[in-house]
C-alpha cells in the first residue's frame, strides 16, 4: 500500500522513530572504528544535552548501541529526557575486521585492489575480517522493525552511526539504496525524524541542527 492509499484509508497515530549519532568522538587521528569504538568528547557530551532540550516530545525510549560513545550518549539523553534507556549490539556500527585503527591512507596504501573493490560494490565489500553494508542491513533492520512494532503510536530515540541511521532510514525510504545511504546527511549530534503509518514511512526531517 502506498502513503496516498494509506492515509485515504485512515492511517493510525503515527509511530516517531529520532536518529541522532553520538559525538563527536575522539579520534584526533581519524581512523576506522567500530565496536567498542571510541569515547564520546566533551563537546560531544554539550551537543547532545542541546540536542534532549531541542526534542519536540519526550520519546518512550531511549535506544542506543551498546558501544562507548553510543552507550555514553544514550545514557546522557536518557538522563536528560527521564526516559528508560535500552542499550542494543544489533545496532553496532560495522565492522572494519583489519582495518579498524587505520587511516584511510593507510588502509589505501596497503590494500590498493581491496579499495577498489569497495569502489565497485559499496553495499557488498566487506574488508578482511569486517562487514558489508549488507550484513549490517541484515542484522539491524529486523531489530528496527520490532522495535516499531513494539512501540506503535509512540515516538523512540535511536542513538546510532553512520550505517544504521541510513538503514533506519531505508525502511521510510525503501527506493533509496543501501550504496546511496550517504546521499543523506546524519551528523553528530542532529535529529532526522521518521514517521512511520503501520510498515509505511515519512521523512519528516532530516539531519537537524538543535536550536
Known sequence: ?????????????PTRLWLTRAGPVENPGGVFYSHPGLPLSEEGRRALRD?????????RLVVAADSLAEAAAGRLLAAELDSPLRLAAEL??????????????????????LVAAWQRDEAGF????????LAVERR????????????????????GNCTVNRVALRLAL??????????????????????????????????????
Open 140 to 159: 539491524s533492520r529486523p531489530y528496527l522493525r520490532r522495535l516499531l512494532a513494539g512501540h506503535a503510536g509512540e515516538g523512540v530515540l535511536v542513538v
Open 92 to 113: 553496532r556500527e560495522r565492522s572494519w575486521g583489519r582495518w579498524e585503527g587505520l587511516t584511510f591512507a593507510e588502509v589505501r596504501e596497503g590494500w590498493p585492489g
Open 1 to 13: 500500500m502506498g502513503m496516498l492509499a494509506r492515509f485515504l484509508a485512515g492511517a493510525p497515530a
Open 174 to 211: 525503501p527506493f533509496l539504496p543501501l550504496a546511496e545511504g550517504l546521499r543523506l546527511e546524519q551528523n553528530y549530534a542532529e535529529l532526522t525524524e521518521l514517521r512511520f503509518y503501520g510498515d509505511d514511512g515519512v521523512l519528516t526531517r532530516l539531519n537537524q541542527r538543535p536550536g
Open 126 to 133: 566487506a574488508p578482511p575480517g569486517g562487514e558489508s553494508l
Open 51 to 59: 540536542l534532549a532540550a531541542s526534542l519536540p516530545t519526550r520519546p
